[in-house]
């Protein structure tokens, strides 16, 4: 009896009314006979009989009522709670020879549906998603929010790898590499690929050796093989110029499921290949680190076992009847009518034993069996709204975990929190707080380099608009300037053929008059002709700078800023040659579609990883 308690103890004020209500009662009885008390007992009546045993009986039935509304409780029992662990990569191979066609339409199309497949059968734990051509790429951290993985899935294709090739050790490196940040020490990584080479296998063996990562394999495709045919149509060649023929060769790919204790699957047309390895990744490899039931504490209200004797006072209150009443509550029940009587919580206890989750939450009636019932079943929203309004450790741990399992982490640790505030030494609630800050600090790096993104083709648009809008300026300045040269032009034209008109006028008469006078005097002058002619040569070549001048369109006082006009002509062709690359570039152009388009969002998470690389070695296989 060292841990009796009362689970609802402001119950026990209601005894309060009851100190008062007692001698009221027994002074209201005296008072209300017919003869004085004292004239009844001298003449020998006794009228208290009747109702002396009213006052007692009503106080015990009030006494008893409280006391089984307080909760009292000296035991306790046991409630199921589940933490969250365990975790998995899949790692999707995105080199070109998955568009062979020797399944039907091809085996990367087979392969995503066999990857959106798996989804809904992992359930606990949180996954991740990795691919790889010539080297691998992180596409999601681990999550546990399987629609995420469900939206990216569908648009992984070759032609959104920054490199070509095939690199399965490099997806595999990715993929531990992503497991160990997320704090796990072991984990599943599954392994969707047409094959592997011997050099893949061997470096996939030691990254491997000395770790606790169980790898699987779903080899896609047949054995047999089949040209690769890409999306334009053409059949891919190697670099002889021969037909490329992809063949699945499983001798690369047993020795690592051997080595790890994984599981290999060839793809069947049915879902047994998915089936087998949901089942053999849905649980952690070693016990301790399973989803398994711990034993929570909560104490037990006894306040029940106050009903009977309750039920048996109240009897009294009957004048007829006691009797009947009496053989029936102790009259034998045949035993093949026993279990009809199981209350609902009985019967969804068996129905959670039985591991029908969802019929068990339709027939608890007490809300922590029913979430947890719902928690089991996956219902984690019904979860929610069941445990939400209960303030107990077990229930607000409880909750805590099914705000995880639904994604919502702040309210996850909220949760966790207010267990630790009643519980410091929750240990459950401790570890499950540490690995969902981990899961919402991912999430938000994932979120900060999508804003990021966002933000950069933001950037490439302005950049854009900007060198389009200075095309336009410059456009119209060219014009500009080509319209006033063409006038000034056209008016030194004008000029020249003026000047030109007068001056073979004033030539010929000229010539006319020296014409004379040469000949009235050719004995006297006879040195002046020489002179004559020079002079004309000097005026003809003036003549002509003058229409070299004019046909130039420019004076001569401007030949000083000549030189400028190219400079200006560089930078403008240079502006003209940066928004060209920037138009034509299909990077760019996509960035700028990157809300609309998940295929270039991921292309572009892709790019920025690649950059952040060294550049991988050389494959073996460029297909």
């Known amino acids: 009896m060292a841990d009796f308690t009362f689970l609802h103890p402001v119950w026990l004020i209601a005894l309060l009314p009851l100190g008062l209500l007692l001698p009221w009662l027994k002074g209201k009885q005296h008072s209300n006979g017919l003869i004085a008390a004292h004239l009844a007992e001298k003449l020998g009546l006794d009228q208290k009989q009747a109702a002396t045993a009213f006052v007692p009986l009503l106080g015990l039935c009030w006494l008893l009522s409280?006391?089984?509304?307080?909760?009292?409780?000296?035991?306790?029992?046991?409630?199921?709670?589940?933490?969250?662990?365990?975790?998995?990569v899949l790692v999707m191979d995105m080199s070109r020879s998955m568009y062979a066609t020797d399944i039907t339409p091809n085996r990367l199309t087979q392969a995503r549906y066999k990857a959106l497949d798996m989804l809904p059968g992992w359930k606990e734990g949180s996954t991740g998603l990795v691919t790889y051509a010539a080297d691998g790429y992180v596409v999601s951290p681990l999550t546990q929010d399987s629609s995420t993985l469900s939206s990216l899935i569908?648009?992984?294709s070759p032609e959104i790898m920054p490199l070509q090739g095939s690199n399965a050790a490099a997806g595999v490196e990715e993929a531990i590499t992503l497991l160990k940040q997320a704090g796990h020490q072991q984990g599943d990584i599954i392994l969707i690929t047409d094959g592997l080479s011997e050099q893949e296998s061997s470096t996939t063996q030691d990254l491997l050796a000395d770790t606790r990562f169980r790898l699987s394999i779903l080899a896609v495709g047949s054995r047999q093989g089949a040209p690769v045919r890409m999306p334009d149509g053409r059949l891919l060649t190697n670099s002889q110029g021969d037909t490329v023929v992809a063949k699945v060769e499983l001798d690369t790919l047993l020795p690592l499921v051997k080595q790890t204790g994984g599981q290999l699957q060839l793809t069947q047309s049915?879902?047994?290949?998915?089936?087998?390895?949901?089942?053999a990744t849905a649980k952690p490899m070693d016990n301790a680190d399973k989803e398994k039931e711990k034993e929570l504490v909560e104490r037990v209200n006894n306040g029940f076992w106050l009903l009977i004797p309750l039920v048996i006072l109240s009897l009294f209150g009957f004048r007829r009847g006691i009797v009947l009443a009496a053989?029936?509550?102790f009259m034998p029940v045949d035993q093949a009518f026993a279990s009809p009587w199981k209350n609902r919580d009985q019967l969804g206890y068996d129905a959670y034993q039985q591991e029908s989750y969802a019929s068990a939450a339709e027939q608890f009636s007490s809300p922590q069996w029913k979430g947890v019932a719902q928690y089991k079943a996956g219902n984690y929203e019904q979860a929610i709204d069941t445990l939400k309004p209960l303030g107990d450790i077990t229930s607000r741990y409880n909750l805590g975990n099914a705000y995880a399992r639904a994604g919502e982490f702040e309210k996850a640790l909220e949760s966790y929190q207010s267990v630790l505030d009643q519980d410091s030494l929750h240990a459950d609630a401790r570890k499950n707080l540490e690995i969902v800050k981990q899961a919402l600090e991912q999430q938000q790096q994932q979120q900060q380099q999508q804003q990021q993104q966002q933000q950069q083709s933001d950037e490439n648009n302005d950049?854009?608009?900007?060198s389009s809008s200075t095309e336009q300026q410059d456009n119209q300045q060219n014009q500009q300037n080509q319209q006033n040269q063409q006038n000034q032009q056209n008016q030194q034209n004008d000029d020249g053929s003026e000047n030109s008109d007068s001056q073979q006028s004033d030539d010929s008469q000229q010539a006319s008059e020296q014409q004379s006078e040469t000949e009235k005097s050719a004995q006297n002058q006879p040195d002046q002709q020489p002179d004559s002619q020079p002079h004309g040569e000097n005026q003809e070549s003036d003549e002509l700078n003058d229409v070299q001048q004019a046909s130039s369109g420019q004076p001569q006082d401007e030949t000083e800023e000549q030189p400028e006009e190219p400079q200006q002509a560089e930078q403008s062709l240079d502006k003209q040659t940066q928004g060209a690359l920037s138009a034509s570039d299909p990077v760019l152009k996509k960035l700028e579609q990157v809300p609309d388009d998940t295929s270039a969002l991921i292309r572009a998470q892709l790019l920025l990883q690649a950059r952040q690389k060294q550049a991988p070695h050389a494959t073996e296989n460029s297909w």
């Open 327 to 329: 053989v029936l509550v």
């Open 270 to 279: 049915t879902n047994r290949d998915v089936d087998s390895l949901v089942a």
């Open 154 to 156: 569908p648009h992984l």
């Open 66 to 88: 409280v006391l089984a509304l307080a909760g009292p409780s000296w035991e306790k029992a046991t409630l199921p709670a589940y933490s969250i662990s365990g975790a998995r």
């Open 463 to 466: 950049q854009n608009q900007e």
